[in-house]
């Protein structure tokens, strides 16, 4: 029996283990209402308070997808941020990542918002990317540089509209930071083979969200690793964990903007396991893996 990969940090263990509490390995075995009571139940244990003196306000766009606007008491830029929360397109909200926005936002002295997508099984592709695709073209259309942000799923809806958006003509996008993002990769070798029974997201469990989102294989903007060509794209930052499943779509795409010519900055946390951004609280590597992420988009951002 192959000895199964697990870090040795005492942070991220300790943050593992928290998780379990919550959310068990075989989560994704139950129904759907359960695995979003589970997932509501974590986020909140990892919820921290606002800045002081930011201002969130919630609204709709197009009248109909709820988005949730972070302004921090000093703005240093113009610059729009577009956040997309990760949660295998199943899962996630408005709340479930609303301290890390009102964080990141902060830390690059930028508006942010966030937006609370469709999410599968009742709202299978291409629900989820239209939803933040309009978000992004209202952004656009506001004339203000956009910095487009996304972890796990979100990183995919990420690059999906940043690539789309290129695709389209549409100008105005200055970077995109995609952290843990699963981008297309064939779940049989490399990171999928080695990490199949990574802490906190097996392969299988990735193969079960593909399976519930529906996205065709032939759509590049669900699997941005499948476009033939990602020459014009704008900057990116990509970090992906060591112990992880996802962990080499990260590294493909890293390679593959670099091969078009693309700026890119690539970091991989050689001590972290999926979803650590919510252990940057708990663990020194998370904390320093958060650090460069604001870091990062905050020189996007630009002053």
Same mark, same amino acid.
């Given at each position: 029996?192959?000895?199964?990969?697990?870090?040795?940090?005492?942070?991220?263990?300790?943050?593992?283990?928290?998780?379990?509490?919550?959310?068990?390995?075989?989560?994704?075995?139950?129904?759907?209402? *359960?695995?979003?009571?589970?997932?509501?139940?974590?986020?909140?244990?990892?919820?921290?308070?606002?800045?002081?003196?930011?201002?969130?306000?919630?609204?709709?766009?197009?009248?109909?997808?709820?988005?949730?606007?972070?302004?921090?008491?000093?703005?240093?830029?113009?610059?729009?941020?577009?956040?997309?929360?990760?949660?295998?397109?199943?899962?996630?909200?408005?709340?479930?990542?609303?301290?890390?926005?009102?964080?990141?936002?902060?830390?690059?002295?930028?508006?942010?918002?966030?937006?609370?997508?469709?999410?599968?099984?009742?709202?299978?592709?291409?629900?989820?990317?239209?939803?933040?695709?309009?978000?992004?073209?209202?952004?656009?259309?506001?004339?203000?540089?956009?910095?487009?942000?996304?972890?796990?799923?979100?990183?995919?809806?990420?690059?999906?509209?940043?690539?789309?958006?290129?695709?389209?003509?549409?100008?105005?996008?200055?970077? *995109?930071?995609?952290?843990?993002?699963?981008?297309?990769?064939?779940?049989?070798?490399?990171?999928?083979?080695?990490? %199949?029974?990574?802490?906190?997201?097996?392969?299988?469990?990735?193969?079960?969200?593909?399976?519930?989102?529906?996205?065709?294989?032939?759509?590049?903007?669900?699997?941005?690793?499948?476009?033939?060509?990602?020459?014009?794209?704008?900057? %990116?930052?990509?970090?992906?964990?060591?112990?992880?499943?996802?962990?080499?779509?990260?590294?493909?795409?890293?390679?593959?903007?670099?091969?078009?010519?693309?700026?890119?900055?690539?970091?991989?946390?050689?001590?972290?396991?999926?979803?650590?951004?919510?252990?940057?609280?708990?663990?020194?590597?998370?904390?320093?893996?958060?650090?460069?992420?604001?870091?990062?988009?905050?020189?996007?951002?630009?002053?």
């Amino acid at each position: 029996m192959t000895e199964r990969p697990m870090p040795t940090e005492a942070g991220i263990l300790a943050f593992h283990k928290r998780c379990e509490d919550f959310y068990p390995a075989d989560a994704v075995d139950a129904d759907i209402g *359960q695995q979003r009571a589970w997932y509501d139940a974590l986020c909140a244990a990892f919820d921290a308070p606002p800045p002081e003196g930011m201002v969130k306000q919630d609204r709709l766009v197009a009248g109909r997808i709820p988005v949730r606007r972070y302004r921090p008491a000093r703005v240093r830029s113009q610059t729009r941020l577009f956040y997309i929360h990760g949660g295998g397109f199943v899962v996630g909200s408005l709340d479930s990542h609303d301290a890390i926005c009102a964080e990141i936002s902060e830390a690059a002295g930028a508006e942010l918002v966030s937006v609370d997508y469709r999410l599968s099984p009742e709202h299978v592709w291409p629900a989820a990317f239209d939803d933040c695709w309009a978000v992004l073209v209202e952004l656009l259309l506001e004339n203000r540089p956009v910095v487009v942000i996304g972890d796990s799923a979100g990183g995919n809806l990420a690059a999906g509209i940043v690539l789309k958006a290129r695709d389209e003509g549409l100008k105005g996008i200055a970077g *995109q930071a995609l952290v843990y993002p699963g981008l297309g990769g064939d779940l049989v070798s490399g990171s999928y083979a080695a990490m %199949a029974e990574a802490p906190g997201l097996s392969t299988a469990d990735v193969a079960y969200y593909r399976e519930v989102y529906k996205a065709p294989e032939d759509a590049a903007h669900a699997f941005p690793l499948r476009a033939e060509n990602l020459a014009g794209l704008p900057p %990116a930052f990509i970090t992906g964990a060591y112990f992880d499943p996802l962990r080499d779509d990260a590294r493909a795409y890293a390679a593959r903007l670099i091969l078009s010519g693309v700026p890119v900055e690539y970091r991989e946390e050689r001590q972290m396991i999926h979803a650590w951004l919510r252990a940057r609280f708990m663990s020194e590597g998370a904390r320093a893996g958060f650090a460069a992420l604001c870091d990062a988009v905050r020189r996007m951002a630009g002053p």
